[in-house]
């Protein structure tokens, strides 16, 4: 390895260095110390004076001004313009001479002007051109609400809505919510935190949701319809004689809940067909009736086949019921009407 001379650019001092990396033009500095006293250099801060080394190239790109940020913060305080705001006339510095307000709030106030709400008439604050465009009419959500109400929306634009919603427009679509979804909307819609607790429809209100179901829910439009086997007809022995003996034996009362009479709002117990067929009594075929309040048998229909099962096993199990294996009701006999 052959060595060359070399004169540092720093100091000016001849040193020596390998020829292969004096021809890459690598060793321009004779020692560390030479290479960082070249690229730095010492400057004085603008805002306290005191000097510090920076790199040329910082000071070339006038990146470097301050020794410290603390020091930068402290100078462009000093040297921010006193305004006056326009609002408040309260004085205020800025950096730039856009800056006409000392603060948002005193932005808003100054460029909104005082409106009435066409609903109630309390006078609100909002821009003049959030009024033209017609975005601001009212002081409220309610006063909003309210004057939606008036507003009659055509067949036309209820079809149009409707088909904008059908099948995959629907943003629901083929999304069912998880069980621990389910669990959270029951539990944010229980006891106290619902909407309707402890809230009764008047009179008025149920004689208008009435009048508006008329027709909706009726025949084949009903979720529950089975192709009107509602109105086939009982078996003739299934009277009225018939009825006021199942209530008897099960001691007028309910057999699910043990409401009696008086607590099925003063009416009588329905008497329930366990298997849902009308013909027991007649052609041989032996009865299955229980006698249940209002609510309970509705419960028969809303969930059939949960019913069934759990009434046919009380009806296999319970002492009571076999009081009709020693008496009328049983294996196909009937009342005499």
Not at 167 to 182: A, L
Request: with cysteine; proline share 2%.
């Amino acid at each position: 390895m052959t060595k060359v001379k070399c004169v540092c650019l720093n100091c000016g001092k001849i040193f020596k260095a390998v020829s292969s990396k004096v021809e890459r033009k690598k060793p321009r500095f004779c020692s560390n110390e030479c290479n960082k006293n070249f690229k730095n250099i010492d400057i004085i801060c603008r805002n306290c004076g005191k000097v510090f080394t920076v790199l040329k190239s910082e000071v070339l790109n006038n990146n470097r001004k301050y020794c410290s940020t603390s020091c930068g913060h402290d100078s462009k305080r000093k040297h921010k313009d006193k305004k006056l705001c326009l609002y408040c006339k309260k004085e205020f510095r800025v950096n730039h001479s856009n800056k006409r307000y000392c603060s948002i709030s005193c932005r808003v106030k100054d460029n909104n002007k005082e409106y009435k709400c066409i609903v109630c008439g309390t006078p609100f604050l909002a821009t003049p051109s959030e009024v033209k465009l017609n975005r601001h009419k009212y002081c409220s959500k309610g006063c909003y609400l309210k004057d939606r109400v008036n507003i009659i929306v055509s067949e036309e634009t209820r079809q149009k809505i409707s088909i904008s919603h059908m099948g995959e427009k629907n943003p629901n679509y083929r999304k069912h919510p998880s069980e621990e979804t389910r669990e959270k909307m029951s539990f944010n819609n229980s006891g106290e935190k619902n909407p309707l607790y402890g809230k009764k429809h008047s009179e008025n209100t149920r004689k208008k949701i009435s009048e508006a179901l008329i027709g909706k829910l009726s025949g084949e439009k009903n979720p529950q319809w089975r192709g009107g086997i509602s109105f086939g007809k009982y078996c003739p022995k299934f009277n009225e004689q018939t009825r006021e003996r199942i209530r008897n034996k099960f001691g007028r009362k309910c057999f699910l809940c043990g409401k009696n009479e008086i607590e099925n709002k003063n009416k009588k117990l329905d008497v329930h067909h366990i298997n849902f067929s009308k013909s027991q009594g007649c052609f041989g075929e032996q009865w299955n009736l229980i006698a249940l309040c209002h609510r309970c048998h509705s419960l028969t229909i809303a969930h059939k086949f949960e019913m069934f099962v759990l009434l046919t096993n009380y009806w296999a199990m319970n002492d009571k019921i076999t009081l009709f294996s020693l008496g009328e009701i049983y294996y196909g006999k009937c009342f005499s009407g």
